[in-house]
């Protein structure tokens, strides 16, 4: 699994399959593979994130570890004057998320990032289902670099488990931002916004 959070992963023989996925009345179709997160669908807890925070809204906005692209696509689809990027360090994700795109018209700005090596600007509002395997280390520095290039008072919105870290999460983030709070709760997986 760890080949979901690195950078050559396209060793892994390809097999695309198209994916349907309806949010609020609104379908989407969208390209997957072996080699990328949640590939049989849109997974629980991204589904719940996305869900949360469609009514909030930001000029510039970054999904963090975008995968195949389903949180930034249907993000751009619901905020259409939003400028979207979307980032990740899974080459064949950012290959599937660019096609995503182009597939549900979505103007979307896909790029190679490790977290947030390549990531220059400050945004209002950053998202990510964080990749819970590949350790504390690497979800915490994602929190770190989400409060590095927000902009003063934008959001930070993250989904986690409670059998994943989710309380030891939430103590860590009240260190690094000025506040925190869970905006939504179910099956065990928390919402979790964070303001500079």
């Known amino acids: 699994m760890s080949h979901y959070f690195t950078k050559e992963n396209d060793t892994l023989k390809s097999n695309e399959k198209l994916i349907l996925v309806k949010i609020n009345d609104k379908s989407f179709s969208f390209l997957t593979d072996h080699g990328v997160f949640s590939k049989q669908g849109l997974d629980f807890g991204s589904r719940l994130l996305i869900e949360s925070i469609l009514e909030y809204e930001g000029k510039k906005v970054l999904d963090v570890g975008c995968g195949y692209g389903p949180l930034g696509i249907i993000f751009k689809s619901f905020n259409p004057s939003s400028d979207v990027s979307m980032i990740d360090v899974n080459d064949r994700a950012i290959k599937l998320s660019q096609k995503n795109a182009t597939k549900n018209k979505a103007d979307v700005n896909v790029f190679y990032s490790d977290g947030f090596s390549e990531i ?30 927000l902009k003063a008072e934008g959001m930070f919105f993250f989904v986690m488990n409670k059998k994943h870290g989710a309380p030891s999460a939430i103590k860590k983030c009240e260190e690094i931002f000025s506040s925190v709070e869970v905006i939504n709760k179910k099956s065990g997986y928390y919402i979790i916004k964070c303001i500079k």
Not at 126 to 142: H, S
């Open 120 to 149: 220059k600007e400050e945004y209002d509002l950053i998202f990510t289902n964080p990749p819970i395997r590949a350790g504390k280390d690497v979800i915490y520095a994602f929190f770190h670099g989400a409060e590095n290039h």
